[in-house]
Nanobody, 118 residues
Framework: QVHLEESGGGTVQAGDSLRLSCIAS?????MGWFRQVPGKQRERVAV???????LYADSVKGRFTISRDNAKNSLILQMNSLKPEDTATYYC???????????????WGQGTQVAVSS
């Protein structure tokens, strides 16, 4: 079973940047970032496959960049021009096969908090 460990959350002001990191204990074909606000459904932010193919939520396109280092089993989410509506708990997720744009990820990190003040 793949284990995921996230880091990099924090509290920033609107317009600032944050970088989230996730380290996987072993290789996963699909990796991604999801976020959740209390009382709302978990939302897919961005996913990436082993070849570097990426998908982004419309709300983050042009501001967030997902990347991975397959040699290190690591995943990065660079978040720029943060907005108050980006405030959420961010989760790293992974799955070992299938289509990365299908939201059946079964491996999750513990989550890291991102808070953006206006």
């Amino acid at each position: 079973q793949v284990h995921l460990e996230e880091s990099g959350g924090g509290t920033v002001q609107a317009g600032d940047s944050l970088r989230l990191s996730c380290i996987a204990s072993e290789f996963a074909y699909c990796m991604g970032w999801f976020r959740q606000v209390p009382g709302k459904q978990r939302e897919r932010v961005a996913v990436i496959n082993v070849f570097g193919g990426m998908l982004y939520a419309d709300s983050v396109k042009g501001r967030f960049t997902i990347s991975r280092d397959n040699a290190k089993n690591s995943l990065i989410l660079q978040m720029n021009s943060l907005k108050p509506e980006d405030t959420a708990t961010y989760y790293c997720a992974a799955k070992t096969g299938g289509e990365c744009d299908v939201n059946d990820y079964g491996i999750w990190g513990q989550g890291t908090q991102v808070a953006v003040s206006s």
